[in-house]
């Protein structure tokens, strides 16, 4: 990793620009504003069939279609589909990639702009002011109204996608008849936090960091970048799936030597690493790692995550897995004693399964089931 690794390539990604931009919760104003989406299936003649599905960390908009920088299949490719639980003969899927983002929306690497919204010829970089999940949903709610979509049928998404969708139900209430938060938390956990900082410092002590100002030497910090997915990527499988992967098994090798071995696990993370660098930038994943630690919905009203739903319409759906251990089960049942505190109708299913975090992006039968119940439930509720 101690080549020059050229930086992302360009893509034209379908957007939306919003001349008026957005304030920030933390009192910045992103001016304009670039909102990156796709689309799946077809909005219907009311308007009524739209379902919002908000990526995760790492994840991006292309949500069911090969990717244009690693040509790789979308990130949800295997629910989504005629018939399939995501049901794009019945409903209109949109996935936005989040403000703060690489791909497209506007974020670190695009162009820094100043109070009147004027071009200064290099990218945000470090400059970009804070973003908080709140600010993405923002985001998402300017496109929303772009389309003409009055009121999501649902808005769906897994770990930070989830926290995205909780807080389309606190900010939003009216804007979406289902909520189905995945795999996440109402606050991110010190544990969380401390994975995140390990990433972050990572990227901070490679030498091509630069400051941040990395492009200007056309270099990528890829080592500290590649360190970051490596230590991330082991919080979403479980002992369990790493050892049923890799064991011990040497890559090569049928036997130690203590020479040049390596086992099939660093092989594996190595790969993780090295493939992250080529599709995501450095200073987003700052930014957003920041977005998702600062979350904390309780937070937002006074410490009681039940006001945060109080007096809602919006009918839940939650999972979790029971091999997941950073977003654990008892995370996803503290959401639900809040909601059911709050009156709210909802539904809560813990699946078993030994794949860890990742489990909700990987083929898991009684989920999908569950998961596709809910919205077909949802839109016969209101005649879609």
Request: net charge negative; hydrophobic share 45%.
């Given at each position: 990793?101690?080549?020059?690794?050229?930086?992302l390539?360009?893509?034209?990604?379908?957007?939306?620009?919003?001349?008026?931009?957005?304030?920030?919760?933390?009192?910045?104003?992103?001016?304009?504003?670039?909102?990156?989406?796709?689309?799946?299936?077809?909005?219907n003649?009311?308007?009524?069939?739209?379902?919002l599905?908000?990526?995760?960390?790492?994840?991006?908009?292309?949500?069911?279609?090969?990717?244009?920088?690693?040509?790789?299949?979308?990130?949800?490719?295997?629910?989504?589909?005629?018939?399939k639980?995501l049901?794009?003969?019945?409903?209109?899927?949109?996935?936005?990639?989040?403000?703060?983002?690489?791909?497209?929306s506007?974020?670190?690497?695009?162009?820094?702009?100043?109070?009147?919204?004027?071009?200064?010829?290099?990218?945000?970089?470090?400059?970009?002011?804070?973003?908080?999940?709140?600010?993405?949903?923002?985001?998402?709610?300017?496109?929303?109204?772009?389309?003409?979509?009055?009121?999501?049928?649902?808005?769906?998404?897994?770990?930070?996608?989830?926290?995205?969708?909780?807080?389309?139900?606190?900010?939003?209430?009216?804007?979406?008849?289902?909520?189905?938060?995945?795999?996440?938390?109402?606050?991110?956990?010190a544990?969380?936090?401390?994975?995140?900082?390990?990433?972050?410092?990572?990227?901070?002590?490679?030498?091509?960091?630069?400051?941040?100002?990395?492009?200007?030497?056309?270099?990528?910090?890829?080592?500290?970048?590649?360190?970051?997915?490596?230590?991330?990527?082991?919080?979403?499988?479980?002992?369990?799936?790493?050892?049923?992967k890799?064991?011990?098994?040497?890559?090569?090798?049928?036997?130690?030597?203590?020479?040049?071995?390596?086992?099939?696990?660093?092989?594996?993370?190595?790969?993780?690493?090295?493939?992250?660098?080529?599709?995501?930038?450095?200073?987003?994943?700052?930014?957003?790692t920041?977005?998702?630690?600062?979350?904390?919905?309780?937070?937002?009203?006074?410490?009681?995550?039940?006001?945060?739903?109080?007096?809602?319409?919006?009918?839940f759906?939650?999972?979790?897995?029971?091999?997941?251990?950073?977003?654990?089960?008892?995370?996803?049942?503290?959401?639900?004693?809040?909601?059911?505190?709050?009156?709210?109708?909802?539904?809560?299913?813990?699946?078993?399964?030994?794949?860890?975090?990742?489990?909700?992006?990987?083929?898991?039968?009684?989920?999908?089931?569950?998961?596709?119940?809910?919205?077909?439930?949802?839109?016969?509720?209101?005649?879609?």
């Amino acid at each position: 990793m101690s080549q020059a690794i050229a930086p992302l390539p360009e893509v034209e990604h379908q957007h939306a620009v919003f001349a008026d931009g957005l304030a920030l919760d933390c009192g910045a104003v992103i001016l304009p504003l670039t909102v990156a989406y796709r689309t799946y299936g077809r909005l219907n003649a009311a308007r009524t069939n739209a379902v919002l599905v908000c990526h995760a960390l790492t994840g991006d908009q292309y949500l069911a279609e090969p990717h244009p920088v690693t040509g790789k299949p979308g990130w949800w490719e295997s629910i989504v589909g005629p018939g399939k639980p995501l049901d794009t003969d019945r409903y209109f899927l949109v996935c936005v990639n989040v403000l703060g983002g690489c791909m497209g929306s506007t974020g670190p690497r695009s162009e820094m702009t100043d109070a009147e919204g004027r071009g200064l010829g290099r990218p945000w970089g470090t400059d970009f002011p804070q973003v908080t999940i709140r600010d993405m949903v923002r985001a998402q709610k300017r496109l929303m109204e772009h389309l003409g979509v009055a009121r999501w049928l649902a808005v769906i998404g897994g770990s930070m996608g989830g926290m995205q969708v909780l807080e389309w139900a606190a900010t939003y209430p009216d804007a979406l008849v289902a909520a189905a938060p995945i795999a996440c938390a109402a606050h991110h956990s010190a544990q969380n936090i401390a994975f995140h900082e390990v990433g972050r410092q990572a990227i901070h002590g490679d030498p091509d960091w630069d400051g941040g100002r990395y492009w200007e030497n056309g270099r990528v910090p890829a080592r500290g970048l590649a360190v970051a997915r490596m230590v991330a990527h082991i919080t979403y499988l479980s002992e369990q799936a790493l050892t049923r992967k890799f064991g011990r098994r040497l890559r090569g090798a049928s036997a130690l030597t203590f020479l040049e071995d390596v086992f099939e696990v660093e092989s594996y993370l190595r790969h993780q690493g090295s493939t992250f660098v080529q599709r995501f930038d450095a200073n987003a994943y700052l930014t957003i790692t920041r977005a998702m630690d600062f979350f904390d919905l309780a937070a937002e009203h006074e410490g009681d995550l039940s006001a945060a739903f109080r007096g809602t319409a919006t009918r839940f759906f939650l999972a979790s897995f029971s091999s997941d251990w950073l977003f654990p089960t008892s995370e996803s049942r503290a959401v639900v004693r809040a909601l059911n505190a709050a009156g709210a109708r909802v539904s809560f299913v813990e699946i078993a399964s030994d794949k860890g975090h990742d489990a909700f992006l990987l083929e898991e039968p009684e989920f999908h089931a569950a998961l596709g119940g809910f919205l077909r439930g949802s839109a016969e509720k209101v005649g879609v």
